[in-house]
């Protein structure tokens, strides 16, 4: 027998329950707090499941909820050194189509604990059960620098807000984020008041503030629109950059720490992934992290699906709408993979090349960085899973396969019947079968 466990995770609780594979009830819905004790009932529970049919096994699940259910999932993982039980992490974007498709009227607790063991059920083939996460450690410290980094451009947001008000001016030499040397000089001077009043050789004492720059500063802080000045104005600020310089530096120990602890034994791919210029110590474990196992994927586009990079489009009779990138799913592994691509597209001769091709065909930056991201993935994919470290020869030798295989065929979905330019169809339609028909066949006239 399999039998299926859904829980639907809250904040110091869990609902529980068991369904078999036709969906009927074995053990009605339960609720456990999350306390040793009640860890241990879920264990008596399923183990007395168990021993009335030795040969059953158990599948259980928990939706994704920013960590509630990391204590279940890790009990349960446990519980499999006596149980016959696997445990899944499932993303709550899938359970509540699956549960929509129920039409559902009602939504609770024990309903959406169903809704996660019918999901089991009926998507056997798509769950994927947690083996031992090697990475747990290294996944802690990336979300801590994550944090901090976050933190930070909160700060920042802050920090431009208090500073369009006290000094703007000085914001015409941050329109790409606050250089070191601006930050240095508000910490000092956080006003236009107190600008105005310092010296040109003081100013210039500052790294990156030349003597002329520092008459300039001075002279629009004289001419400053500031509406604000003031002690708690000053404090303020002082206090932000300061903040914000500190989370620099811990951010930097942070990297310092989790890259030396990542050695070629314990994780080969960082160098793996290293060889493709483009990708740093930090990126490639970031990557490594976000991918887990390369096993889990059985094709670069499913890769790219987790990464929220494939492309989506809808079409539906004559109507034809453009594709763009599906952006599901988590941002984290895009913005690294966002990062390798602008270092790439300025350091790596092969992914210079064709970002330039994308820009000639019309793209605009930011889709032809997309493209570019979509690559790089496809690059990643292929050295993880052959265990090769990245040739760019081979790549090229790959693209001019390419062209051929993508050479205009008839639609598969017109096995029965050619296009036919006569059917009463709409003008769009006419237009597109005759295009088709004079490339399949270029004895067609136009």
Not at 273 to 291: M, R, T
Request: charged fraction near 25%; include cysteine.
């Amino acid at each position: 027998m399999k039998y299926f466990l859904g829980g639907d995770v809250s904040k110091g609780y869990c609902d529980f329950i068991i369904l078999d594979e036709s969906k009927n009830v074995v053990e009605k819905g339960f609720q456990l707090d999350d306390t040793n004790e009640s860890h241990s009932k879920l264990y008596i529970i399923l183990n007395h499941l168990l021993a009335r049919e030795p040969s059953s096994v158990i599948y259980a699940a928990v939706e994704s909820t920013g960590g509630y259910e990391n204590n279940w999932v890790k009990s349960i993982q446990r519980f499999q050194l006596s149980l016959n039980i696997h445990i899944a992490r499932l993303n709550p974007y899938g359970v509540s189509h699956s549960s929509k498709a129920n039409m559902e009227r009602i939504i609770t607790d024990q309903i959406s604990a169903r809704n996660v063991a019918e999901y089991l059920i009926n998507y056997q083939a798509k769950v994927r059960y947690l083996e031992e996460d090697s990475f747990s450690s290294l996944r802690r410290q990336w979300k801590y620098i994550s944090l901090l980094k976050k933190q930070k451009v909160q700060l920042y947001g802050q920090l431009e807000s208090l500073v369009y008000i006290s000094f703007p001016e000085i914001l015409t030499f941050c329109r790409n984020g606050f250089p070191k040397w601006v930050l240095k000089l508000l910490e000092k001077y956080p006003t236009a008041e107190k600008v105005s009043s310092a010296r040109v050789k003081t100013l210039s004492r500052i790294p990156y503030i030349t003597k002329s720059k520092a008459e300039r500063i001075i002279s629009k802080a004289k001419s400053s629109v500031a509406s604000e000045n003031g002690f708690t104005v000053e404090e303020i600020i002082t206090s932000m950059i300061e903040q914000i310089i500190s989370l620099d530096k811990t951010i930097v120990y942070q990297k310092k720490i989790m890259i030396s602890s990542v050695s070629e034994e314990k994780l080969p791919e960082v160098k793996l992934l290293k060889s493709f210029k483009g990708i740093g110590d930090y990126s490639a474990i970031g990557l490594i992290i976000e991918i887990g196992f390369i096993e889990r994927f059985s094709t670069p586009k499913q890769l790219a699906s987790y990464f929220g990079l494939h492309p989506v489009f809808k079409k539906s009779g004559d109507g034809s709408y453009a594709m763009r990138m599906s952006k599901k799913g988590r941002t984290s592994p895009r913005n690294i993979l966002f990062n390798v691509a602008f270092t790439a597209v300025r350091d790596n001769e092969l992914i210079k090349q064709i970002y330039a091709r994308h820009l000639k065909k019309g793209m605009v930056r930011m889709a032809a960085l997309g493209a570019i991201m979509h690559k790089i993935l496809r690059i990643v994919y292929g050295m993880l899973k052959n265990n090769e470290e990245y040739n760019p020869d081979k790549d090229r030798k790959n693209a001019k396969v390419i062209p051929e295989l993508n050479k205009k065929k008839l639609d598969k979905t017109r096995r029965y019947q050619d296009y036919d330019v006569y059917a009463p169809i709409s003008r769009r339609q006419s237009r597109k079968r005759t295009l088709i028909k004079q490339e399949l066949e270029p004895d067609v006239p136009k």
